[in-house]
T-cell receptor, first 110, second 111 residues
């Protein structure tokens, strides 16, 4: 199974953009890149996903490298409510296996 | 409202007992998942099911069992063979490559 690598923790100032990196050098052609975030004692919440092209939604943007071996989740203007653990996941279209890594703990500084 | 429901929220088990965690979804999703989360750690996949009457082991299936007799339901049994069952358990469902929806979790404690 393809794996993802993320920094353990990151800090950002409130109202500033945040760029959360993810490496997935062994990604296969049928792997979709998903991002979820989790607040303490809650289930993860979907943020965004993509295959090859950059994606935007109301929560964030996803920038995918041309070779698909890395991606970046972009929060355009961080708020205190964005403080969470962010998981970058490869979802395989063939076997539908959804495996989480260790994630990045994002701290927002007021 | 459509969603995924886990019950109970808190569960206490005596050592040596089996216990079953419930997961129900009304999203008409084919795929369902069970994860275990220990304090300060990420989610680890226990079992997943792509379709009714079929399921596959995840990364930490030992000591756990599941069934998928109905599309809406994917119960997880924590057996006495699981030596360290105290953890936060999360259930999820998805309809292919789109977003997965998670329940609010069951916190299991062995007493």
């Amino acid at each position: 199974d393809a794996k993802t690598t993320q920094p353990n923790s990151m800090e950002s100032n409130e109202e500033e953009p945040v760029h959360l990196p993810c490496n997935h050098s062994t990604i296969s052609g049928t792997d979709y890149i998903h991002w979820y975030r989790q607040l303490p004692s809650q289930g993860p919440e979907y943020v965004i996903h993509g295959l090859t092209s950059n994606v935007n939604n109301r929560m964030a943007s996803l920038a995918i490298a041309e070779d698909r071996k890395s991606s970046t989740l972009i929060l355009h203007r961080a708020t205190l409510r964005d403080a969470a653990v962010y998981y970058c996941i490869l979802f395989n279209f063939g076997n539908e296996k959804l495996t989480f890594g260790t994630g990045t703990r994002l701290t927002i500084i007021p | 409202d459509g969603g995924i429901t886990q019950s109970p929220k808190y569960l206490f088990r005596k050592e040596g007992q089996n216990v079953t965690l419930s997961c129900e979804q009304n999203l008409n999703h084919d795929a369902m998942y069970w994860y275990r989360q220990d304090p300060g750690q990420g989610l680890r996949l226990i079992y997943y099911s792509q379709i009714v009457n079929d399921f596959q082991k995840g990364d930490i299936a030992e000591g756990y069992s599941v069934s998928r007799e109905k599309k809406e339901s994917f119960p997880l049994t924590v057996t006495s063979a699981q030596k360290n069952p105290t953890a936060f358990y999360l259930c999820a469902s998805s309809s292919g490559v789109d977003e997965a929806f998670f329940g609010q979790g069951t916190r299991l404690t062995v007493v």
